[in-house]
T-cell receptor
Framework: GQQLNQSPQSMFIQEGEDVSMNCTSS?????WLWYKQDPGEGPVLLIA?????ELTSNGRLTAQFGITRKDSFLNISASIPSDVGIYFC??????????FGTGTRLKVLA | NAGVTQTPKFQVLKTGQSMTLQCAQD?????MSWYRQDPGMGLRLIHY???????DQGEVPNGYNVSRSTTEDFPLRLLSAAPSQTSVYFC????????????FGQGTRLTVV
């Protein structure tokens, strides 16, 4: 089945650093979603994007809907230890079903 | 608010056994879904329901059955468990088909030996 490619797969960063990750697809999507998943928990929706070129923030998180509609980006500014976890993207199309990315595992070094 | 509640949280089955994973939501959402999560892969849709009495197959439906007799509950049944069904299962709900997939349960970690 179709899956989205997320990059990087994992990353170690120092506390206070900014983080960037992206999600790419060969297909066009109408919606891009970004989630965070903590160990033993379900995904929690962070940001939803509905329009090509849209830039949306949620606290220290900023996400963008790529102009080509085939990619999306998530930035975390001034990372803190509680940012550790797995970040997933998901793309939605006209079928109202979502395709999920493989995840970026973030580890923050204090 | 309870949100989306899944039970059990952990389960070990022997090959060939059957069981039902429970999912309940208290938000009066019409749309509910089941996903499985495997290492190195994104969530994959198993089955979904757009409302009580209506279900349909997702990307990986083989080996699973669902029913939706009430708005609140959406159980997932494994008829004859196989090791390939070892996974973490997530139930999700949203107000309607056009809404964002925003509410997930905490997951059921299933091991089939």
């Amino acid at each position: 089945g179709q899956q989205l490619n997320q990059s990087p797969q994992s990353m170690f960063i120092q506390e206070g650093e900014d983080v960037s990750m992206n999600c790419t697809s060969s297909s066009i999507f109408n919606t891009w979603l970004w989630y965070k998943q903590d160990p033993g928990e379900g995904p929690v929706l962070l940001i939803a994007l509905y329009k090509a070129g849209e830039l949306t923030s949620n606290g220290r998180l900023t996400a963008q809907f790529g102009i080509t509609r085939k990619d999306s980006f998530l930035n975390i500014s001034a990372s803190i230890p509680s940012d550790v976890g797995i970040y997933f993207c998901a793309g939605g199309s006209g079928t109202y079903k979502y395709i999920f990315g493989t995840g970026t595992r973030l580890k923050v070094l204090a | 608010n309870a949100g989306v509640t899944q039970t059990p949280k952990f389960q070990v089955l022997k090959t060939g056994q059957s069981m039902t994973l429970q999912c309940a939501q208290d938000m009066n959402h019409e749309y509910m879904s089941w996903y499985r999560q495997d290492p190195g892969m994104g969530l994959r849709l198993i089955h979904y329901s757009v409302g009580a009495g209506i279900t349909d197959q997702g990307e990986v439906p083989n080996g699973y059955n669902v029913s939706r007799s009430t708005t609140e509950d959406f159980p997932l049944r494994l008829l004859s468990a196989a090791p390939s069904q070892t996974s973490v299962y997530f139930c999700a709900s949203r107000p309607g088909q056009m809404n964002t997939e925003a509410f997930f349960g905490q997951g059921t970690r299933l091991t089939v030996v």
